[in-house]
């Protein structure tokens, strides 16, 4: 490959890069939820997906959350809010288990849907 291809490989690279990196981005404040959610336990208990009608979220625990795959429900609270995602505060409510969340990111709808495939296998 001679030296002009390989730049452009690499510019390639780092933009496609640099897509992804910005697709993920941590919320900065709080969002109350709609109705229309779809929740994808992804990651064991360490994370779980969520779209809220045209939003995406990757939502992590800080300590993990071992009754997330085997709870029939959960809720999202924040103080006394229900339905309420914040970036700091935010505990996953189980029929077990009260699970602090550590962080919440903004996804895109691709993520969303190419990590709910590989959770769904």
């Known amino acids: 490959m001679n030296a002009k291809r390989l730049c452009t ?3 390639l ?6 897509a992804a990196a910005a697709e993920k981005a941590p919320i ?11 929740i994808v336990r992804s990651g064991g208990g360490q994370n779980f997906l969520l779209r809220d ?4 979220y990757l939502v992590t625990f800080r300590d993990g959350c071992s009754s997330l795959a085997t709870t029939p429900s959960l809720s999202i609270v924040t103080g006394e809010s229900s339905n309420r995602l ?7 409510k189980t029929k077990r288990d009260n699970c602090a969340v ?20």
């Open 9 to 11: 490989a690499l510019l």
């Open 13 to 18: 690279a780092g933009s496609a890069f640099s």
């Open 28 to 38: 900065s404040q709080c969002v109350d939820l709609g109705k229309n959610q779809e």
């Open 53 to 56: 009608g045209d939003a995406h």
């Open 86 to 92: 914040c970036p700091e505060g935010t505990v996953v």
């Open 102 to 121: 550590a962080k919440v990111e903004t996804i895109g709808a691709d993520e969303y849907a190419s990590r709910k495939r590989r959770a769904s296998r």
